[in-house]
């Protein structure tokens, strides 16, 4: 359920970061967070578990029903940069593992402050979004290979 | 929104023991009205950073029972000088509370911000249903057990006092203690006070007697 028409690009911008690392494997999301080892982080919500409800609709279209529910862990940072600029990182990841939560509530941060944002971008976000894609990719690919079609003869009495 | 957020001030620094001792405190406070007690170093804690941009944007003993006792199922109205948007934002985030429109359930103030208006606008609950009455949180500038220059002394009896037990509250308005006692007659009914100052807690719930002030 995205509201894409409505948000400034830099709100899709963040949002696009977020799946991506929501999505990443854990050990590539440690190896890229144990990089940033030097940077001070203070906790404004130190990481949780919660249950969220999921819901959705069949066969993506009529009415919205409860699926059940999840665990998620949120996270929320705070981060100075050298400059004063202060910003805030979230993470939410689905499951248990709340140092995932947290790695990616830093890397958020952190990519909101304007003198880290580019590298970040190229060295975090565009490996770990390979990936996710290369992940996705090889699975639709397993699926395909044993894929039927339903063909069916359309009924002359329906247009 | 992500601007308000990297502003945003701390909470406990522990949320599940911080909320258990500030929860604790208050218990104590409500049993034994007029006695004061002391918040736990576990409830502080996180409450008082060194950056003074973390602070609550309120005291600690307000900031703490106001932590322990919201969450997304009691909604409380900020009052006066409280009710802006850096104290709302702020117990959005650490409670999920929303705030009220109204002072019918929880409500807080400062001392200097209680008058008649607000008093009047506080729900009794019915004889019915006397839970529903609401609970005012006062956020005081004096608060002991033994007189003190400038504060009013009250005597308080009733229920989970032996015989009598001494307060001296600093900070609110004259008639405040007046529009209190006037509610005495209507148990059940009635409004439970929380009264807080630095990092102490005492309750005069409704059941209590105020028979004198000096």
């Avoid at chain 1, 203070?42 to 066969?59: D, H, K, N, S, Y």
């Avoid at chain 2, 002391?38 to 900031?63: I, N, S």
């Avoid at chain 2, 032996?162 to 900070?171: F, K």
């Amino acid at each position: 359920m995205t509201k894409d028409d409505q948000d400034t690009p830099q709100q899709q911008a963040r949002r696009h970061w977020l799946a991506v690392l929501a999505h990443a494997p854990r050990e590539l999301l440690e190896r890229h967070a144990a990089g940033l080892a030097d940077d001070v982080f203070t906790r404004l919500r130190a990481p949780e578990i919660g249950l969220t409800m999921v819901r959705a609709r069949i066969g993506n279209q009529g009415d919205r029903f409860n699926v059940g529910d999840a665990t998620v862990t949120r996270c929320v940072v705070r981060h100075r940069a050298a400059d004063g600029r202060l910003t805030a990182g979230i993470g939410y990841v689905l499951g248990r593992d709340e140092a995932r939560a947290e790695w990616i509530a830093q890397i958020d941060a952190l990519l909101q402050q304007p003198a880290r944002h580019d590298a970040l971008m190229r060295e975090v976000i565009a490996p770990l979004a390979a990936e996710t894609a290369r992940r996705h990719a090889a699975a639709a690919a397993l699926t395909a290979s044993s894929r039927v079609s339903f063909d069916t003869l359309a009924s002359e009495t329906t247009p | 929104m992500s601007n308000a957020l990297a502003h945003m001030r701390a909470g406990f620094a522990d949320p599940v023991h911080g909320a258990q001792q500030t929860f604790r405190a208050l218990l104590g406070a409500m049993a034994e009205p007029g006695r004061l007690q002391m918040l736990h170093d576990a409830a502080t804690d996180g409450l008082t950073p060194a950056d003074c941009e973390m602070r609550p944007p309120m005291g600690v003993a307000l900031a703490a029972t106001l932590l322990t006792l919201l969450d997304a199922d009691t909604p409380a109205y900020l009052a006066g000088a409280l009710g802006n948007d850096e104290a709302r934002a702020w117990l959005r985030f650490h409670t999920g509370a929303r705030d009220a429109p109204a002072a019918v359930g929880m409500t807080v103030a400062l001392a200097r911000d209680v008058d008649e208006a607000l008093w009047r606008a506080l729900d009794l609950g019915t004889d019915e249903a006397p839970q529903s009455g609401a609970t005012l949180i006062v956020e005081v500038d004096a608060l002991s057990e033994r007189p003190l220059a400038g504060a009013v002394a009250l005597k308080l009896r009733g229920a989970g006092i032996e015989t009598s037990r001494d307060l001296a509250v600093g900070g609110l308005p004259a008639d405040f203690w007046r529009w209190r006692e006037a509610l005495q007659s209507e148990l059940p009914r009635g409004v439970d006070l929380i009264l807080v100052c630095d990092a102490q807690v005492a309750a005069i719930p409704r059941s209590t007697r105020i028979e004198s002030e000096a």
